[in-house]
T-cell receptor, first 113, second 116 residues
Framework: AQSVAQPEDQVNVAEGNPLTVKCTYS??????LFWYVQYPNRGLQFLLK??????LVKGSYGFEAEFNKSQTSFHLKKPSALVSDSALYFC???????????FGAGTRLFVKA | SQTIHQWPATLVQPVGSPLSLECTVE??????LYWYRQAAGRGLQLLFY??????ISSEVPQNLSASRPQDRQFILSSKKLLLSDSGFYLC???????????????FGAGSRLTVL
């Protein structure tokens, strides 16, 4: 069975500084990996995904994520944080052979001006 | 373009009452459909998914059930609500490719259920 761990409940960063939101995963086969963002009282929005190929994936709003197979990690990054990036971020994993997408517990990102 | 509608947006129900949350998708055919629950504004728990009409897979045995009476309609129900059923319920769809794939989930706006 697949699972996702987001070790940080909250990440605080100053505007203009780089940010990293951590994610590790467990899956029996090859993974599809995703990052989604949720703003208050809203549904989730897709940011980016890893299927295969380049370990660095670029997504929406200047976000990128780095896939590391040996460490089973898929950390979300952005070179320069904006106050508007403050939201709840979810890492998710899907087994290439299945239908289910499993989400982590979420990490709340606060960007201070 | 594809759109997903979910209603009602907010619901307050007494313990023991029935529940029906509805989700419809427009602009696509044979989608994979999902119900998730988010408790206390944090992690998402997969409740049910469906890859076709009448095909429902349950992930967590509980007080809820799901049905897919039409290709693009997914309904979450309960005969008698419990306090623990309170939460934010999210419907989602992905392309139904006849199998699995790296298909992105598109979420509805959510339904907030409070059971009193």
């Amino acid at each position: 069975a697949q699972s996702v761990a987001q070790p940080e409940d909250q990440v605080n960063v100053a505007e203009g500084n780089p940010l990293t939101v951590k994610c590790t995963y467990s899956v029996s086969g090859n993974p599809y990996l995703f990052w989604y963002v949720q703003y208050p009282n809203r549904g989730l929005q897709f940011l980016l995904k890893y299927i295969t190929g380049d370990n660095l994936v670029k997504g929406s709003y200047g976000f990128e994520a780095e896939f590391n197979k040996s460490q089973t990690s898929f950390h979300l990054k952005k070179p320069s944080a904006l106050v508007s990036d403050s939201a709840l971020y979810f890492c998710a994993v899907k087994d290439t052979g299945g239908f289910k997408t499993i989400f982590g517990a979420g990490t709340r990102l606060f960007v201070k001006a | 373009s594809q759109t997903i509608h979910q209603w009602p947006a907010t619901l307050v129900q007494p313990v023991g009452s029935p529940l029906s949350l509805e989700c419809t998708v427009e602009g696509t055919s044979n989608p994979n459909l999902y119900w998730y629950r988010q408790a206390a504004g944090r992690g998402l728990q997969l409740l049910f998914y469906s890859v076709g009409i009448g095909q429902i897979s349950s992930e967590v045995p509980q007080n809820l059930s799901a049905s897919r009476p039409q290709d693009r309609q997914f309904i979450l129900s309960s005969k008698k609500l419990l306090l623990s059923d309170s939460g934010f319920y999210l419907c989602a769809w992905s392309q139904g490719t006849g199998g699995s794939g790296a298909n992105v989930l598109t979420f509805g706006a959510g339904s907030r259920l409070t059971v009193l």
